[in-house]
């Protein structure tokens, strides 16, 4: 799953000729959809939408075995 987040718009719809292929709600948007994935990557940062990664696991957090 990915999640995204857009700043600048927080109640975002992304639509085409074909229809609505993306929708913030709260400025986040998370989908398994890997085409709606793939398109919001490629769009250019002026857009303010931007990927929200994990946080790095520290050493510590990891599961002793």
Known sequence: ????SSEK???L???DDKGIWA???GGELETTDAAV???LRGLPEEEGISEV???AKA???AKKE
């Open 1 to 4: 799953m990915a999640k995204f």
């Open 9 to 11: 718009y927080p109640a």
């Open 13 to 15: 719809t992304l639509q």
């Open 23 to 25: 929708k913030f709600e």
């Open 37 to 39: 994935i793939k398109r």
């Open 53 to 55: 990664k994990a946080p």
């Open 59 to 61: 050493e510590g957090d």
